[in-house]
């Protein structure tokens, strides 16, 4: 071989080069993530455990909150593709209208990975994964519940009022699904109305108090698809004379502390489980997607149905 000035200058770049890998390969994963809001006590803790485990495996998070709007997420999107991150997460506000976005983030080659909302596209390659609960079967967990309390009460025909959550949202829609799947086996059990209160406790309350003036002591059961409209709710059936969780029976779902704390005091008679502690999967899958290893397209999240008879045990518990 013959050394010319030219081998020597490029045997210097490729050893400057590899001196350079090991700076390069500890760089950072940028992950860009829009959240839905801070509509509720569980997407506080959602976003908690998404921070925690970010600065716990040394990732560069870029946080924007949507506050509940679909088209600040579209432009939290477009501006993480703008800035090159490695991957985006979201949690979408609403289930429709996802199409374009996510393909401009495919186009350029950035992998999305869904938590705890899913979204309806025509092209499941617009995401890598989907990691959150079974919405369906959280709303078929409310149902069965109180086709047993139905049971073990006499079956006497109960009204049910249903406070939904964001209209549009992948659980308002699929909790609605899976409760009426359940109760729809007992003729006796009627939903006598149904309205959005945007899974607040402002708007729980709201809606309540509109319900109780319309149908008054007709009300049985409540059905609401989150703890903090139920919470709301709890608040307007007071202030209506009426006693919570006897008077009128109420079914949530989310399992935060709050609700446990209502079950203690007798306000509330079952929360259905909604794990929002989704932050070390969705870093791990993270880092495994830039890494090129294989990734579930669907991670399913375990949870249970906490009755009022075990909340006073398990509230020292919670994690959320
Ligand atoms: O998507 C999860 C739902 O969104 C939770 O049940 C609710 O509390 C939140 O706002």
Redesign the pocket.
């Known amino acids: 071989m013959i050394i010319t000035r030219r081998t020597l200058l490029g045997a210097a770049a490729a050893i400057a080069c590899a001196a350079a890998i090991p700076a390069f390969a500890a760089k950072p994963l940028t992950i860009g993530f829009s959240q839905?809001?801070a509509?509720?006590?569980?997407?506080t803790a959602?976003t908690a455990s998404i921070k925690d485990a970010a600065k716990k495996a040394g990732v560069n998070l870029k946080f924007a909150d949507a506050q509940q709007q679909q088209q600040n997420q579209v432009k939290a999107i477009r501006s993480f593709i703008a800035q090159r991150v490695d991957v985006i997460a979201f949690?979408p506000v609403v289930e429709t209208g996802w199409e374009t976005v996510l393909r401009e983030a495919k186009n350029a080659k950035i992998p999305v990975i869904l938590t705890?909302?899913a979204v309806k596209v025509t092209d499941p390659s617009l995401y890598v994964s989907f990691i959150?609960?079974d919405?369906v079967e959280e709303g078929r967990r409310a149902g069965r519940w109180l086709l047993d309390y139905a049971k073990k009460n006499g079956d006497k025909p109960l009204n049910i009022v249903e406070l939904q959550?964001?209209t549009g949202?992948?659980?308002a829609i699929d909790?609605r699904n899976g409760f009426a799947e359940v109760i729809g086996t007992n003729p006796k059990l009627k939903v006598i109305r149904s309205q959005t209160a945007d899974?607040?406790r402002a708007k729980g309350k709201e809606v309540m108090e509109a319900f109780l003036k319309s149908e008054g002591k007709k009300i049985n059961v409540l059905y609401a698809?989150?703890?903090?409209m139920a919470i709301g709710a709890i608040q307007a059936i007071e202030e209506a004379g009426l006693k919570p969780g006897k008077d009128i029976i109420i079914i949530s779902?989310?399992g935060?502390k709050g609700a446990f704390e209502a079950m203690k005091a007798g306000k509330l008679n079952v929360t259905v489980e909604?794990n929002?502690l989704l932050g070390p999967t969705l870093i791990q899958t993270a880092q495994d997607v830039v890494a090129g290893k294989p990734v579930p397209k669907r991670i399913v999240v375990n949870e249970g149905v906490f009755p009022a008879e075990v909340a006073a045990k398990e509230l020292p518990n919670r994690k959320y």
């Open positions: 839905v809001g509509e509720s006590e569980w997407r959602n949690s705890d909302r959150g609960s919405f959550g964001t949202a992948a659980p909790r899974f607040t698809h989150n703890d903090d779902i989310d935060v909604c929002p």
